[in-house]
């Protein structure tokens, strides 16, 4: 065993987890790839769950924060004002919101997908005078206490060690077989139901650590009509499913929705700086000066890369490409199903936030450990790890993106021929 990981053994908190599924000690990044220390490749089709929709160390960025760091740029400077964050406001505006009709102030909470989410929850719950929320089963929101309060996992909220209160939890899309949107509202109607109006009803378009789940556009439409008949507001967490992970840079574009709140972080910053913005309609944002701060809120090295990153965004040719070669995703994962039968499986998500979901208890992580044996890495999803989750760099080239794909195969044939030796 690695010295290093002797190391990490011996002095990290039991707590950790991704170093127990990639028992190995990583040294170096680019693009598409990683290396450890032995100097093995392994194509990334994890992209720091979601984090690293580019790749690693992408050139243009990399250049871009560096000559900032030499000129001695501001790195920390809370909410007061710098060139990096009104540069970040401007672009912002010009290739994201403005071709896409949308008109938000833009908030920066801390620089976690959490800290985004319970400043959602407080804004809710400060314009609306209501305390409660709406959740979905399968939702995974964060790590802190209001997140974990609109969190489904029940291993993650137990972690909380208090109760989780002042939050509703009903079915998501495809949850039950029938409409789950008709038992929600007559809750809402009824008197007797023991759910007061909520503030505000939180929902991922498509459920990554939930396991991959996709809502109809026609349940998230349903979704948005509800909440305007009722006066409730709708906040769209798109911290993982969000910046093109799902095909376009906001992951409800193709909904035709338009939430009142949205959460982003993760990619945001485009290199894997730390960065996160709560999107409010601007007729909410009622905040007084300090209301909700963070001393890492004003992250400019996160907003020189974001900055960089919206590059990717000035036209449609990187959301067709994205569309090409997820299409040669679901294909793929749909001629897995078809062809191991074996497996039990059914193809989820869209765009590039697709995965497999098994009914063969610990199939999933079995496939995830071989494609790590033959250089491929890739995690598991789903309240049981049921999911096994491709998460490959949008930027990745087509050939790579097929020999990632190629390893998967050879990982679930290699299961499915010999079940018991694996």
């Known amino acids: 065993m690695s010295k290093n990981i002797d190391i990490i053994n011996q002095y990290e908190s039991v707590v950790r987890s991704y170093v127990r599924n990639f028992p190995t000690v990583f040294t170096k990044a680019k693009k598409h790839k990683m290396w450890d220390e032995d100097g093995k490749e392994y194509l990334d089709f994890f992209s720091g769950a979601g984090a690293l929709n580019y790749g690693h160390n992408d050139d243009h960025m990399k250049q871009k924060l560096v000559d900032y760091i030499m000129n001695d740029g501001i790195t920390h400077s809370l909410d007061m004002a710098s060139t990096a964050k009104a540069d970040f406001l401007q672009k912002f505006q010009d290739v994201i919101l403005k071709p896409r009709d949308l008109d938000y102030k833009v908030m920066f909470p801390g620089p976690t997908g959490t800290n985004t989410v319970e400043s959602a929850l407080k804004l809710a719950r400060k314009v609306t005078g209501r305390t409660d929320i709406i959740s979905f089963t399968g939702g995974f929101h964060g790590m802190t206490i209001g997140s974990l309060s609109v969190t489904g996992n029940s291993m993650k909220r137990q972690g909380a060690g208090i109760p989780l209160q002042n939050t509703v939890t009903m079915a998501y899309d495809n949850y039950v077989d029938h409409d789950t949107l008709v038992y929600l509202e007559r809750f809402l109607e009824d008197n007797g ?230």
């Open 193 to 422: 139901s023991g759910v007061a109006i909520p503030a505000a009803m939180i929902v991922e378009t498509v459920q990554g650590e939930g396991g991959i789940n996709a809502a109809r556009f026609e349940w998230l439409r349903k979704v948005e009509e509800i909440c305007r008949r009722w006066g409730i507001l709708l906040i769209i967490d798109d911290v993982q499913a969000g910046i093109g992970r799902t095909g376009t840079f906001f992951s409800f574009e193709a909904a035709g929705i338009q939430p009142d709140i949205v959460c982003l972080s993760k990619s945001l910053s485009g290199y894997g700086l730390p960065l996160a913005v709560t999107l409010i309609k601007p007729e909410l944002d009622i905040w007084k000066p300090g209301e909700h701060n963070g001393t890492f809120r004003g992250n400019n090295h996160a907003f020189i890369t974001a900055t960089a990153a919206l590059d990717f965004w000035k036209d449609d040719s990187f959301e067709k490409e994205i569309h090409q070669k997820s299409e040669i995703m679901y294909s793929f994962l749909q001629k897995i199903v078809a062809d191991y039968p074996e497996i039990k499986g059914e193809v989820r998500g869209r765009g590039f936030m697709v995965g497999i979901a098994s009914e063969v208890e610990g199939l999933a992580e079995k496939v995830t450990a071989k494609c790590f044996e033959y250089g491929l890495i890739m995690e598991t999803a789903g309240p049981n790890d049921e999911v096994f989750k491709l998460f490959p760099a949008l930027n990745i080239p087509k050939e790579d993106l097929v020999k990632g794909l190629e390893i998967i195969e050879e990982s679930v044939k290699n299961l499915v021929k010999d079940p018991v030796a694996n």
